[in-house]
Nanobody
Framework: QVHLVESGGGLVQTGGSLKLSCEAS????????MGWFRQAPGKDREFVGA????????IYAESVKGRFTISRVDAKNTMYLQMESLKPEDTAVYSC?????????????????WGLGTPVTVSS
C-alpha cells in the first residue's frame, strides 16, 4: 500500500509561482510513475503532468507546458510540481498519483494510488 500526501497549495496572484510536493510512504517509490492531476470546481479531473520511474521521461498537458515542471527525488520519496506564470484558470485542487507500471501516462487509469489533493487558487 502507498499513501500519498500533497502539500504546498495556497493563494497566489496571477503571474505568481507555487511549488507543490507529493510525499509517498511505503517502499519502491523509485519504481513508480508519478503524475499530477487537477480538478477545478464544476469540471472534470484533468491531467497536468507526469514523470516516469527514474525520472527519464516527463510529459505535460499543453495548457501547462513551458510553465510547469515536474521533478522527483527518490531518496526523499517525493515528487514536486513547480508552477510558474500562474493563471486564474490554473485554480483547482491538485492531486498526485502513483502507478506501478512506471510509465508516465496522461490516463488516470494508469495510476494505482491517489492523494487527497491540495488546493491552488490563482487570483486575477
Amino acid at each position: 500500500q502507498v499513501h500519498l500526501v500533497e502539500s504546498g497549495g495556497g493563494l497566489v496572484q496571477t503571474g505568481g509561482s507555487l511549488k507543490l510536493s507529493c510525499e509517498a510512504s511505503g517502499r519502491a517509490f523509485s519504481s513508480f510513475a508519478m503524475g499530477w492531476f487537477r480538478q477545478a470546481p464544476g469540471k472534470d479531473r484533468e491531467f497536468v503532468g507526469a514523470v516516469s520511474w527514474g525520472g527519464r521521461v516527463a510529459i505535460y498537458a499543453e495548457s501547462v507546458k513551458g510553465r510547469f515542471t515536474i521533478s522527483r527525488v527518490d531518496a526523499k520519496n517525493t515528487m514536486y510540481l513547480q508552477m510558474e506564470s500562474l493563471k486564474p484558470e490554473d485554480t483547482a485542487v491538485y492531486s498526485c498519483a502513483a502507478g506501478w507500471s512506471g510509465v508516465a501516462t496522461m490516463e488516470a487509469s494508469g495510476y494505482d494510488y491517489w492523494g487527497l489533493g491540495t488546493p491552488v487558487t490563482v487570483s486575477s
